[in-house]
């Protein structure tokens, strides 16, 4: 879905048939300023976004940005000034601030792990938990964060999981089938221990997530195959711990966290008194 779509049917689902607080109060069309104010330290990501969608309410709403994507903010920092008549700046108002909350709540979630283990060759990946059609607005989010994007849907990547192998009768007769159909699609197969990564590896595939393995584990599969197959780690990794599983050496380590269990950034705004 296109971004002026998505946006056109969030303002539709919050407008509904209009405004009745706006309406009502029947404000003077006269020029007025907000400002959007950090309320929290995070970094920022949608402030494009936002700006579209205070144009798409109003277009003759002049919105100038202070800051930009990936920019750190700190409490009571400016973030945007939107000058215009004041009924369109609150009929954009919650929109806005949606988009520009969630997607900074992710790219500060992303950088927070990503500085948890710098230093490492180990690369920060997202997941397919996302929002149902926000997904690149999100992933967008956790590259601004500093994190890299994982495949963005069933169709970019041949991605073999615990119930594709089940269905299949197990891991080589998946990758058997996988290969007699493929010739193009890098291939990844899930396991769950070091016979498993065996087997995976032995089926020549190109990258094997260990899903919710130990750190022992994990150390010795990096040191028998970390030169043959990339290596992902999924599963119990937070900011906490993510320096340990990236000093093992593996390649990856994938978190459905950046997208699912973020804390919005706290943004708000104020017309000027």
């Known amino acids: 879905?296109?971004?002026?779509?998505?946006?056109?049917?969030?303002?539709?689902?919050?407008?509904?048939?209009?405004?009745?607080?706006?309406?009502?109060?029947?404000?003077?069309?006269?020029?007025?300023?907000?400002?959007?104010?950090?309320?929290?330290?995070?970094i920022?990501?949608?402030?494009?976004?936002?700006?579209?969608?205070?144009?798409?309410?109003?277009?003759?709403?002049?919105?100038?940005?202070?800051?930009?994507?990936?920019?750190?903010?700190?409490?009571?920092?400016?973030?945007?000034?939107?000058?215009?008549?004041?009924?369109?700046i609150l009929q954009a108002e919650r929109t806005a601030l949606n988009f520009l909350q969630r997607l900074s709540g992710i790219a500060s979630q992303t950088r927070r792990m990503a500085d948890a283990m710098s230093g490492t060759s180990t690369k920060l990946l997202d997941t397919r938990k996302t929002t149902p059609l926000l997904r690149s607005l999100e992933k967008y989010a956790v590259r601004v964060g500093g994190g890299l994007n994982h495949r963005h849907g069933l169709y970019d990547m041949i991605m073999l999981k615990e119930n594709h192998i089940r269905a299949a009768g197990g891991i080589?007769?998946?990758?058997?089938?996988?290969?007699?159909?493929?010739?193009?699609?890098?291939?990844?197969?899930?396991?769950?221990?070091?016979?498993?990564?065996?087997?995976?590896?032995?089926?020549?595939?190109?990258?094997?997530?260990?899903?919710?393995?130990?750190?022992?584990?994990?150390?010795a599969a990096v040191k028998r195959f970390g030169k043959k197959v990339e290596l992902e780690i999924s599963g119990g990794v937070n900011e906490d711990n993510i320096m340990q599983y990236a000093k093992t050496g593996v390649h990856y380590i994938s978190s459905g966290a950046l997208t699912h269990s973020y804390k919005s950034l706290d943004i708000s705004l104020l017309f000027k008194e």
């Open 1 to 42: 879905m296109l971004l002026d779509e998505i946006i056109r049917k969030s303002l539709e689902e919050d407008l509904g048939s209009g405004d009745i607080t706006t309406r009502y109060l029947d404000l003077d069309p006269i020029i007025n300023t907000a400002y959007m104010i950090a309320k929290a330290e995070g």
């Open 44 to 88: 920022l990501a949608g402030t494009e976004i936002a700006k579209q969608v205070f144009k798409t309410v109003d277009p003759e709403l002049k919105v100038t940005l202070y800051r930009k994507d990936g920019d750190r903010v700190l409490p009571q920092e400016e973030i945007m000034r939107i000058e215009g008549k004041p009924a369109s």
């Open 172 to 219: 080589t007769k998946a990758i058997t089938r996988i290969q007699q159909q493929n010739a193009s699609y890098k291939v990844e197969v899930e396991v769950t221990n070091l016979s498993e990564l065996e087997e995976a590896v032995a089926g020549k595939v190109d990258r094997v997530m260990l899903d919710n393995m130990s750190i022992k584990d994990i150390k």
